[in-house]
């Protein structure tokens, strides 16, 4: 048996194995609903699976004919899946505690959509689309033309879109539990900017923001529509956080380092050449 939750606590849920088919997907509605650079789930029979804390707290968005995106309604964080037809229950991978039974990723799923500032460096198989033995055809998704300078994003459903001008200060990939929980992934990628180079472009409204309590600035951002995660201005500290999931166009950077590596999720080996920090990064 495995729990998990969300960032905020508000949902929990728990299911008994066997577990199989853990994939990474990075399609681009992967990539905007969980903010990071690709979203891994496993599966779980649907009999074993179960709300243990506020189901009702869901937010739900359908965001293609088969497919139901749930999310914490009060932190944005990727929760489970119901998939009826198939009598099982998807889980985001990287939130989750216990005992998977030695199951590891078998894929790379929607590699021809990957995130261009995303280099996928293990032997693990990747496939452009679906695996063989789905049946079900991609979604066309709009792409949007960059402009010099510009890094453009947006969130899952469009409602709420952004852009930041010149560099970022870092963008790392973070290991940590909290934002394997914010971003229901195995780990969450951010990129860092001055504040004074982010404006919205659109949707300040739609913006919903949890702040964790005993956290000195960790705090979350999603869009109140979609469930999908959008940057998270700071301005006690000056700085924009921008999920790297949400951009539409390339990264002017790519990741620098990988941070809190102590928590790792025990099925993800890191196979790059990036530094590694157990902890947090040294200080500037």
Not at 50 to 75: F, G, I, M
Not at 229 to 246: C, H, L
Request: hydrophobic share 35%; charged share 20%.
């Amino acid at each position: 048996m495995v729990q998990g939750s969300c960032f905020c606590g508000t949902v929990r849920y728990q299911a008994d194995g066997p577990f199989s088919s853990m994939m990474s997907c990075h399609c681009s509605m992967c990539r905007k609903h969980h903010g990071a650079a690709f979203a891994t789930y496993v599966a779980a029979p649907l009999g074993g699976f179960r709300w243990t804390q506020d189901e009702e707290a869901l937010l739900k968005y359908p965001s293609s004919p088969h497919w139901v995106r749930n999310s914490c309604s009060v932190c944005g964080s990727t929760v489970p899946t119901r998939l009826e037809s198939h009598a099982l229950a998807l889980l985001p991978a990287g939130p989750l505690e216990g005992d998977l039974g030695g199951v590891r990723p078998e894929a790379h799923i929607f590699v021809g959509s990957k995130a261009p500032w995303y280099t996928i460096t293990d032997a693990v198989p990747q496939y452009p689309e679906y695996p063989p033995g789905f049946s079900m055809s991609a979604m066309p998704r709009p792409a949007v033309q960059a402009r010099p300078g510009i890094t453009e994003g947006s969130c899952l459903c469009g409602a709420v879109a952004y852009e930041a001008t010149g560099a970022p200060i870092v963008m790392q990939h973070c290991h940590c539990l909290r934002c394997r929980r914010a971003r229901g992934a195995a780990h969450g990628t951010n990129l860092f900017y001055k504040e004074a180079q982010f404006r919205w472009r659109r949707g300040l409204e739609q913006v919903r923001e949890y702040k964790l309590p005993e956290a000195r600035f960790h705090t979350t951002a999603f869009c109140r529509q979609c469930g999908g995660a959008v940057p998270r201005v700071s301005p006690e500290r000056g700085i924009v956080v921008i999920p790297a999931g949400t951009l539409d166009t390339d990264s002017p950077v790519r990741p620098h380092r990988h941070i809190y590596t102590n928590y790792r999720v025990a099925w993800l080996d890191i196979t790059d050449a990036l530094p590694q920090f157990a902890e947090a990064p040294p200080a500037a």
